[in-house]
């Protein structure tokens, strides 16, 4: 059973720290991965797609995969109560067409 | 380019009806994948439709079915409503149907259906 972990939360940032969401993931092959946020009766919304090992940054988000270790984690920087929301992550194997998601982590920015 | 479309967005059944929901995918889009979020589950993979194909499909009973049209409309159905469908399903679509790993899934707001 291919598995995403990810830490319920919630996780809770001040107004301007980093916040730093992580994600584990089972399967060894997987290739892709991607960042969703979900505000509370919204639809998930992409923030970010990673393909390679290392950094991939996007104004204040950057995602970092290491494939080694079989995490991807998203940071956000100068963190914004707009930032508060639910943040899913999902993977895709190198032969799978599904994507597997994990539970989300529930981000809250306090002012 | 208009972004995924699901109708309809609210829905209240009763248990032992049926409903069919419908989802438009970006134009171009040829993947169009369903899933169930209730609160405290997170997304569960329901099924993926490709060129009218069914592609993938995910642990729910018989009673969840879909079928995609040739203009790559997607429809699915729950039929014999229990109370524990009550839940947002959310439509996704995609260029393509993931292989090769690097296409991204675009959601559509939701239909929530509320089963009573």
């Known amino acids: 059973q291919k598995e995403v972990e990810q830490n319920s939360g919630p996780l809770s940032v001040p107004e301007g720290a980093i916040a730093s969401l992580n994600c584990t993931y089972s399967d060894r092959g997987s290739q892709s991965f991607f960042w969703y946020r979900q505000y509370s009766g919204k639809s998930p919304e992409l923030i970010m797609s990673?393909?390679s090992n290392g950094d991939k940054e996007d104004g204040r988000f950057t995602a970092q995969l290491n494939k080694a270790s079989q995490y991807v984690s998203l940071l956000i920087r100068d963190s914004q109560p707009s930032d508060s929301a639910t943040y899913l992550c999902?993977?895709?194997?190198?032969?799978?067409?599904?994507?597997?998601w994990g539970a989300g982590t529930k981000l809250i920015i306090k002012p | 380019k208009a972004g995924v479309t699901q109708t309809p967005r609210y829905l209240i059944k009763t248990r032992g009806q049926q409903v069919t929901l419908s989802c438009s995918p970006i134009s171009g889009h040829r993947s169009v994948s369903w899933y169930q979020q209730t609160p405290g589950q997170g997304l569960q993979f329901l099924f993926e439709y490709f060129s009218e194909t069914q592609r993938n499909k995910g642990n729910f009973p018989g009673r969840f079915s879909g079928r995609q049209f040739s203009n790559s409309r997607s429809e699915m159905n729950v039929s014999t409503l229990e109370l524990g469908d009550s839940a947002l399903y959310l439509c996704?679509?995609?260029?393509?149907?993931?292989?090769?790993?690097?296409?991204?899934?675009?959601f559509g707001p939701g239909t929530r259906l509320l089963v009573l």
């Open positions: 990673i393909y």
């Open positions: 999902a993977v895709r194997g190198e032969s799978n067409y599904q994507l597997i």
């Open positions: 996704a679509s995609s260029l393509t149907s993931g292989q090769g790993g690097q296409e991204t899934q675009y």
